[in-house]
Nanobody, 126 residues
Framework: QVQLVESGGGLVQAGDSLRLSCAASVRTFSRYTMGWFRQAPGKEREFVAA????????KYADSVKGRFTISRDNAKNMVYLQMDSLKPDDTAVYYC???????????????????WGQGTQVTVSS
């Protein structure tokens, strides 16, 4: 069982930055692919970014590429999402996810992730 707890959300203005953190309660953290999804009001939950077990393989949604950076610290059981140049369209609840598989082509598939956090709200005002 993996428990995920997100933090770092908040209300910011367009152009600002935020750093989301996700703490994982599991002894074998380095065996999981980690990622972030988000869901805006009235929209489907969508992929944001994912990082493989070793931190080498990374994938981003086109909408955040160049603005967001995902990273992980296997020694601390933590995954991060640095969000720069935020836009109002980035407003959503952001979810940390963990999956036992490490198949790069499936990183953006929500069905690949077995564990989800409760989410943290990010609101970007114009």
């Amino acid at each position: 069982q993996v428990q995920l707890v997100e933090s770092g959300g908040g209300l910011v203005q367009a152009g600002d930055s935020l750093r989301l953190s996700c703490a994982a309660s599991v002894r074998t953290f380095s065996r999981y692919t980690m990622g972030w999804f988000r869901q805006a009001p009235g929209k489907e939950r969508e992929f944001v970014a994912a990082i493989g077990r070793s931190g080498i393989r990374i994938k981003y949604a086109d909408s955040v590429k160049g603005r967001f950076t995902i990273s992980r610290d296997n020694a601390k059981n933590m995954v991060y999402l640095q969000m720069d140049s935020l836009k109002p369209d980035d407003t959503a609840v952001y979810y940390c996810v963990a999956g036992a598989n490490d198949v790069y082509s499936y990183y953006s598939n929500r069905n690949e992730y077995d564990y989800w956090g409760q989410g943290t709200q990010v609101t970007v005002s114009s």
